[in-house]
């Protein structure tokens, strides 16, 4: 038997010493962890079996703590599917996560700022639940045998820099984890977990819901004459206690091995009343269901009766994961079929913009043989998709009434994943809007400032018809954005769109509440009542014909460079302005596409001129009294410059820019 030694890759190495150096102070999690890893390990199997993908035994299908006190042992054993020797390599040696250095980093630092929630809730994250076992043991063990193989693979380490993984001839199937407990340290949180009331405790705690038997060896009752003719004294009484707590029932005879007792209940939490179940059960079957460390924000329970059965218990995070914008990354709820698992990450159940909720669902009439493929055209399965994602929505709307600390918290992590189904499910869009929030310029600077579009609407101007936007990379760029300064002078409420997928749905929503949507940067925008444009009809028609010459000259003058010069109505302070016209892509949403390598057309957009700004004035007398001027052409690229600039778009040359407006100054001087 060969046995090979390897070496942690440095992420692992480093991630190790923080366990051992404890990163944190709650040590019980690392039993949770184990028994839910062996707790897939048996849904796998039995999964594999069901598609008759393995002939395998699963009859007796559950998961054995063991403990030995003399050599101060824990093992959690399980009869699942087990690991090939690949599959030891590649899953135990290493951690394969791009983000592993961020983690780490993040995970640093909370421990210096001594955030123990934090911690938890990075390593949640990071799924790294094994590498938990060094926080109590000196050295783990790990023996397992793939089902259908006929050789297991032992791999050991005591978590200081390298590991061995060694060919094993006989194995049972599945997977043994042995830890070498550390010594009890009651200062460190390091507890006995030899002690059968202490594991009990964890179990209970943490994995009483896993759907498996948890088994555990009774505590021998010690048959000794003394302890048989002792009765009466407080001791005795107190040890007899004891024994009854952690042991079953004994029999008479004094070598009798205990027959081990399941020591978790093993109800679906889904399938019983709400009466039934506390807070701290349903957080501990999300944390087990999603792999976070914290409390969910809500839970949501649907139950289904009639000609198509189910029951649901769904989760929203209080906090957004942090592959939630990574491509390829896994979501959807877990799907089982009375109470037998049959997937993780069940996508047809569950939108891509809802991909952050978590839970189970479980139906009553569906094959167990069912595949991915099967389920996206399946009508029952449609019809469970449409159910829960309206009970998402809904709860959500009733977050926002009832509770808008939660609302506030579930906006901030998941409102940019929630605007994504503007785009893709028209049947739910209106819930959609009517969910989302959006900061404005009636709100103040804080970001929890924000608005629905509801309330934006009972806020509406008398006369106004639309409901203005600009969309931007920051508050603070749109706010000082000269498209801004007409409806500020008169009072109008602007939203301020800053998420990249507000330049997307924008494009698709074109009213809400029968108020029509109107970027301030695209378009003509009418901001006067019909009075108002009567008083200054005359004085308009005046500028116009006074500022024709120089409008067509500029508009030839800068041709290669804008669609169209005219005169605008949305400026009171800077000279000009670039905007799109009404149905033109916004520049940002051009660089998103060409960053997505789509070929994208260069749009022309308008140049508008403040006719009572100085300079403006300025240009249209000089081109009046001399139109020859060299220095007018460049005087009216340097206007289209500033303006492209304030747009926050990027010069074509930007060096003769700078050299021109350096010649200009200069000649001020």
Known sequence: MTTETFEFQVEARQLLQMMIHSIYSNKDVFLRELVSNASDALDKLRLEVLRNELQED????????????????????????????????????????????????????????????????????????????????????????????????????????????????????????????????????LFDYTSAWKIKEIVKRYSDFITWPIRMAAEAKPATADAADTTGSEGADAAAASDAADTSAASDASDATPEPETINSMKALWARSRSEVTDEEYSELYKHVSHDWTDPLETIRMQAEGTFEYQALLFLPSHAPQDLFTQGSKRGVQLYVKRVFIMDNCEALMPDYLRFVKGVVDAQDLSLNVSREILQQDRQIQLMHRRLVKKVLSTVKEMMADRPESYATFWKEFGRVLKEGLLSDFENRDAILGVSSFASTHSTDDEDGVTTLKQYVERMKEGQQHIFYMTGESRTAIENSPHMEALRAKGFEVLLLTDPVD?????????????????????????????????????????????????????????????????SSRLTVSPACIVGDTFDVTPALENMYRAMGQDVPRIKRILELNPTHPLVAGLRKAHADSPSDSGLAEAAELVHGMALLADGGELADPSRFIKLMAERLERTL
Do not use: C
Request: glycine share 8%; hydrophobic share 35%.
């Open 503 to 567: 330049e997307v749905w924008v494009q698709s929503v074109p009213e809400f509440d029968g108020k029509p949507l109107q970027s301030i940067a695209k378009g003509e925008v009418d901001l006067d009542t019909e009075e108002e444009k009567k008083e200054v009809e005359a004085e308009r028609e005046k500028r116009q014909q006074d500022f024709a010459a120089l409008l067509t000259w500029m508009s030839s003058q800068l041709s290669e460079q804008v669609k169209e010069v005219r005169l």
């Open 58 to 189: 699963v009859s007796d299908l559950h998961i054995d703590i063991e403990v030995d006190k003399e050599q101060r042992t824990l093992t959690v054993r399980d009869n699942g599917i087990g690991m090939s020797h690949d599959d030891v390599v590649e899953l135990i040696g290493t951690i394969a996560n791009s983000g592993t250095a961020k983690f780490l980093k993040e995970l640093k630092e909370a421990k210096e700022a001594q955030d123990a929630a934090a911690s938890e809730e990075l390593i949640g994250q990071f799924g790294v639940g094994f590498y938990s076992s060094f926080m109590v043991a000196d050295e783990v063990t790990l023996l397992t045998r793939r089902a259908g193989e006929s050789k297991g693979t032992r791999w050991q380490s005591t978590g200081e820099g390298t590991y061995t993984v060694d060919t094993v001839d006989e194995a049972p199937r599945g997977t043994a984890v042995t830890l070498r407990l550390k010594p009890e340290d009651s200062e460190d949180q």
